[in-house]
């Protein structure tokens, strides 16, 4: 573990670091560049328990021995409090960050071989909520969670961080547009579940007494909620039955909700 300490912000070797918070960026630089973010030791050390390799670390000296296992053969890059928040634009509180190799991505059939119940996230663009559904994913049973080609980066690093690291658990991957995806599920097994506000819904609790052996949970966008083309694909339309004149729930909510109905 070789230990370099940087004391200047515009040091070319802490470029992967620099100007985390210009979120759109770092959308178009991590994938592009095979890379992405983990946050905190217990963050990098279940990318690390998956397989995902780190290409540096950024750590404060405080924290220094916390990182000491996780690195490999990595550098691990030590600075000072103020040169950290000068080259990642906020108060790096959680110890450490690390520059991580982007693993190349399974296909769909090797992510839902055997799963009973995935949860589909078609075009969901705040990385909160997807990080929020990759954990109720992984708290209440899913096997899989497929996302879209326009959903939010799993691997963005606030995706990470809510996730609590689940997203490190989970088999997920990206699934092609609904043309194509729709036979792809339907090939593995999987009946299509689509949880949406529509005239004729399934009510969960139904959906769920007699739920088909395998299901895959389409949920979608925050705004206008799941594609006509995703809809047409569906083969059974669901609503969650809402009280007090509410109509919906946030879509990570809506999910814990419904995998939790279906596990």
């Given amino acids: 573990m070789p230990v370099i300490r940087i004391d200047d912000p515009d040091d070319s070797r802490l470029s992967d670091y620099r100007d985390l918070t210009d979120v759109a960026l770092r959308r178009v630089l991590e994938p592009a560049g095979g890379l992405y973010i983990a946050e905190s030791a217990k963050v990098i050390a ?13 750590v404060q000296e405080k924290w220094l021995a916390d990182v000491a296992d996780l690195a490999g053969d990595a550098p691990v890059f030590v600075v000072s409090d103020a040169v950290a928040e000068a080259l990642t634009g906020y108060a790096v509180h959680r110890g450490a960050l690390a520059s991580m190799h982007r693993p190349a991505p399974a296909s769909v059939a090797e992510v839902v071989a055997g799963a009973r119940l995935v949860l589909v996230l078609e075009d969901i663009v705040d990385h909160t909520n997807v990080g929020a559904a990759f954990r109720a994913a992984a708290g209440l049973g899913a ?3 497929l996302v879209s080609e326009r959903c939010a980066d799993p691997l963005y690093r606030r995706s990470v961080r809510v996730s609590m690291g689940t997203v490190f658990q989970v088999p997920w991957t990206r699934l092609p547009a609904w043309p194509e995806a729709a036979p792809l599920l339907r090939e593995a097994g999987l009946h299509l579940a689509a949880l949406a506000l529509a005239e ?3 009510p969960l609790d139904d959906f769920a007494a007699a739920r088909p052996d395998r299901v895959a949970l389409l949920m979608g966008t925050e ?4 594609t006509r083309r995703a809809l047409a694909a569906a ?5 969650i039955p809402m009280a007090g004149g ?8 809506a999910a814990a909700v419904a995998l939790w109905a279906l596990r």
């Fill in 235 to 239: 083969d059974s339309i669901v609503t």
């Fill in 246 to 253: 509410v109509d919906s729930l946030n879509v990570a909510a």
């Fill in 46 to 58: 279940r990318a690390r328990a998956a397989g995902h390799r780190p290409r540096s670390v950024l």
């Fill in 200 to 202: 004729g819904a399934v």
């Fill in 143 to 145: 096997d899989a969670v």
């Fill in 223 to 226: 705004g206008d909620g799941l």
